[in-house]
């Protein structure tokens, strides 16, 4: 992706609709006066009152105890250095986002226009009465480091500075898993540190709490190596000052042990790693680029164990592994601050992790049969669904044995499940779905290239690695609204099927076509003009191979892009009818929504058949359904036609597969209520289950259904995702948006991924500059 092209994406998505990233959303009833008058003025004096007779009232009766502050000046922002408070705000913006998606935390982003250390900790001590605890996040050293140290000394709520600590405890936790890989013992190993930054600081010292020694670390700044000769040095380097003052990098790799980088890029050699230990542990974590290759370490030691800040390679340290879960364990005990023994429970409980069987979601996001413990798995996967209620519970024990929490948990069986229930743990799918996706990226036709939303969707799903996208039209056309609106899509192949250049291909598609159409109403003559056609012709490049999978029906109606798929791919053996399924992506997780789309009145044996496929189609995405097969009765409350008529659908279901989680007829508000549902159906096989699939007994149902859930809910909708057909092709909404379209190409690849037992791509589309782009771009990733 071109820096222009990125820049583009990056502006526009920070500005569209309401500028930013966050808002505030009420989490009580507001709308009637009664409503308002409980919230504020008069109701609102009664939990004020409360709070003045006992402040820890405030956790009872405030959003306190889940909101943290993000805290900046914006002295050292990301790779951009100091650029001031404003400037950081999208970024304190994005921390509060992380927060929030993977530990179910509030935040309130504060930049604060102060250098001054000991005057910006009295601004950020006078924030204690809102927040439950304080992230400082961007602020340079070293005078980071008397920030933090005066605001843990000051207040009485958590305060960490992400920069040092973060890196700290993940890189400690990789650290742990790989000596006990190379068989050694931190006591004993020797330590190169290059870059003594804030992050360095915090990982040596964390590492000496673990046991290593400080005589057995070299550190290298901007400035040369640690040596106690130097006048400029700070209190916390001191004890890592060596006596020789000519000692160079090179010389303090030799037969050292381990290498930690967080510095430049690119300045540890081949020769360098190859003089370290036997079995050397090396972590490369400057970004983007680390300080030495990846490939090129690898290269140099058959024996190394390496870890960069970079997704794109094994064993990434990454922030997001740790504070999101370390802030939701202090806060659930209401500890004082986060300590070193709290920190250590987060190293060992992240270190332990990876060592535990990895679950079938983790192997799906990242495309792996089987994640184990190694050289190349030393530390949990971002994505990795366990590692809320893993490390938040280590955290807040820590808390609680070290004397630092207000509260205590004592169930701790009751308190995982309720971390896993705040956010769900299939809330991650859409990330799931797109890391697969960019591991294994298929070809997919956008039939309606002429489109400036399919153009866009088109160039994000080339860029971001999921899919190889081409592109069906006048190419003229094309290129004129791509080049008017700033896209990129040299690189895109585009095909006219209406060209003259196609007319051959045509030919070759319309004697296939008129071989399965001879007998059902086609000519010969017809099959040929058909084929000009650009949903015929993308479905007949998916059918021949020319293509993996086609999405389509932006701007046609639904029929004229089902019609081609029925008649040139069919269905899949033993499916009588297709199916459409909606996917919408709720607070509460994941929904899958059928028949929304094709089957106007099922019978009973075709409901249960929808119900077979739609059940096939989530576990794919590796999930287990549990399945509520709706009506207005509720388990034959009713004796109409249409209530008996789902009772025995589901009763079809289970002969035929008796292990599925599946019950019905029910309405769908006892589907979602597990009170009412354990109280008056305690017979149901849906007691105590999290429904996340809805089975509709008619086609007016179910499309009522979802669009309501998604214009009056704001769900976002994937779909409708056709099901039964041999090969992928998927129909888009009228009208659908950007995102919605890129959505759909990524399940488009999925299904791909499942159906397609080909090579990835034909022998033309490897040798093409196409690909070569492609690959490329996925690399830089």
């Not at 790799?253 to 980088?261: N, S, T, Y």
């Not at 496929?613 to 989530?618: D, H, I, L, Q, S």
């Amino acid at each position: 992706m071109s820096k222009e092209t990125r820049r583009t994406q990056a502006l526009e998505y920070h500005s569209k609709g309401r500028p930013g990233k966050i808002e505030v959303i009420p989490t009580k009833e507001a709308k009637t006066q009664r409503d308002l008058s409980l919230a504020y003025s008069p109701g609102v004096a009664e939990p004020c009152k409360e709070i003045a007779q006992d402040t820890e009232n405030v956790y009872k009766y405030t959003a306190k105890g889940n909101l943290v502050a993000v805290i900046s000046n914006g002295t050292a922002v990301l790779g951009l250095g100091d650029i001031g408070p404003e400037a950081s705000k999208p970024v304190m913006e994005g921390k509060g986002v992380l927060f929030k998606i993977f530990a179910d935390i509030d935040v309130f982003d504060i930049e604060v226009n102060e250098k001054d250390p000991a005057k910006f900790v009295e601004i950020v001590k006078a924030l204690e009465p809102t927040f439950g605890g304080i992230n400082l996040e961007d602020i340079k050293a070293p005078e980071c480091f008397y920030i933090e140290e005066e605001l843990k000394n000051k207040l009485n709520i958590p305060v960490m500075h992400d920069d040092q600590h973060g890196t700290a405890i993940i890189s400690a936790a990789a650290l742990l898993n790989a000596l006990e890989l190379q068989k050694k013992k931190i006591e004993k190993v020797r330590f190169v540190v290059n870059g003594a930054g804030a992050a360095a600081m915090a990982c040596v010292k964390l590492y000496v709490s673990l046991g290593a020694r400080h005589e057995n670390f070299i550190l290298f700044d901007k400035d040369g190596v640690i040596h106690r000769g130097r006048t400029d040095l700070v209190e916390d380097k001191l004890p890592f000052a060596i006596k020789n003052n000519d000692c160079t990098l090179a010389k303090a790799m030799k037969d050292a042990d381990v290498f930690l980088g967080l510095s430049v890029g690119n300045v540890v050699t081949t020769e360098m790693v190859q003089s370290m230990a036997k079995n050397p542990i090396v972590f490369a974590m400057a970004n983007p680029d680390p300080e030495i290759a990846y490939e090129t370490a690898v290269a140099a030691r058959k024996d190394i164990i390496m870890a960069t800040g970079r997704s794109d390679y094994p064993n990434q340290v990454n922030n997001v592994l740790g504070f999101p879960f370390i802030f939701r364990g202090a806060l659930d005990v209401r500890a004082r601050q986060i300590n070193e023994a709290m920190k250590l429970a987060a190293v060992h409980a992240l270190a332990n992790l990876a060592k535990t069987p990895v679950p079938d979601i983790v192997n799906l996001a990242y495309n792996e049969s089987n994640i184990v413990f190694g050289p190349n798995y030393i530390i949990p996967k971002p994505l990795d669904p366990r590692l809320l209620s893993t490390v938040a519970p280590a955290v807040a024990k820590a808390a609680m044995e070290s004397g630092v929490a207000k509260t205590n948990i004592t169930n701790w069986d009751a308190y995982a499940l309720s971390l896993n229930r705040r956010l769900g743990l299939d809330n991650q799918l859409m990330r799931v779905i797109g890391n697969k996706a960019r591991r294994d990226p298929k070809r997919v036709v956008f039939a309606e290239a002429d489109n400036l939303k399919i153009l866009k969707a088109a160039q994000i799903a080339f860029e971001e690695g999921v899919a190889y996208p081409i592109l069906l039209g006048d190419e003229k056309k094309i290129r004129d609204i791509a080049s008017r609106n700033n896209l990129d899509i040299e690189s895109l192949p585009i095909i006219d099927p209406r060209s003259d250049e196609q007319e051959e291909k045509r030919r070759f598609y319309g004697q296939l076509f008129f071989q399965k159409r001879q007998r059902k109403g086609m000519n010969k003559y017809e099959s040929f003009k058909i084929m000009k056609d650009r949903n015929y012709f993308g479905c007949m490049m998916v059918e021949t191979g020319d293509a993996d999978a086609m999405i389509s029906g932006l701007t046609r109606n639904y029929d004229e892009t089902i019609r081609p798929a029925i008649q040139v791919i069919g269905t899949e053996e033993g499916v009588k009818k297709i199916a459409g399924m909606y996917l919408l992506l709720t607070k509460k997780g994941p929904l899958f929504l059928a028949d929304t789309t094709v089957n106007f009145n099922p019978t009973a044996e075709e409901l249960a058949e929808i119900t077979l496929m739609v059940a096939k189609e989530v576990r794919y995405f590796n999930l287990v359904p549990r399945i509520a097969m709706l009506s207005y009765s509720n388990f034959g409350s009713s004796a109409s036609p249409e209530a008996k008529l789902v009772a025995e659908a589901r009763k079809i279901v289970k002969e035929r597969n008796p292990s599925l989680i599946v019950d019905g007829e029910m309405q769908a508000s006892i589907a979602f209520n597990k009170e009412i549902m354990k109280e008056n159906y305690p017979f149901s096989e849906l007691v105590d289950q999290d429904v996340n699939t809805l089975i509709f007994p008619n086609l007016a149902a179910g499309n009522v259904a979802y669009n309501l859930l998604k214009e009056v809910g704001g769900a976002d909708a994937i779909g409708p995702i056709l099901l039964g057909l041999k090969k992928p092709v998927h129909v888009l909404q009228l009208g659908s948006s950007v995102r919605s379209i890129f959505n759909m190409a990524l399940v488009a690849v999925i299904d791909a991924q499942i159906k397609c037992n080909k090579n990835l791509t034909a022998d033309i589309v490897t040798k093409s500059k196409w690909w070569k782009r492609f690959r490329k771009v996925a690399k830089d990733m």
